[in-house]
């Protein structure tokens, strides 16, 4: 089980780190997620092993990271922009979790 928290409202230029809290150990191959109102949802950050991969649309601006002593993944997200207006979620890169019911961010321009 995942569960995710740490979305809020904020205004653009400004902050949020999420989490991502697993009921066991997290696996190797983790991401995260989005989903805005009426879109797919669209892996956005990946971690495997100590290897980060992202999305071009957040590229040098969010970083993803984990603690497995705590079994929880994290997305530090800077600079937000009101197209970053998503539900987060995380899975591994092959769903292999159910869903979780995500956190939303949403930006203020």
């Known amino acids: 089980q995942l569960v995710e928290s740490g979305g809020g409202l904020v205004q653009a230029g400004e902050s949020l780190r999420l989490s991502c809290a697993a009921s066991?150990?997290?696996?190797?191959?983790m991401g995260w997620y989005r989903q805005a109102p009426g879109k797919q949802r669209d892996l956005v950050a990946a971690i495997t092993g100590g290897s980060t991969d992202y999305a071009d649309s957040v590229k040098g601006r969010f970083t993803i990271s984990r603690d497995n002593a705590k079994n929880t993944l994290y997305l530090q997200m800077n600079s937000l922009k009101p197209e970053d207006t998503a539900v987060y979620y995380c899975?591994?890169?092959?769903?292999?979790?159910?869903w979780g019911q995500g956190t939303q961010v949403t930006v203020s321009s």
């Open positions: 899975n591994t890169l092959r769903y292999q979790y159910p």
């Open positions: 066991g150990t997290i696996f190797s191959a």
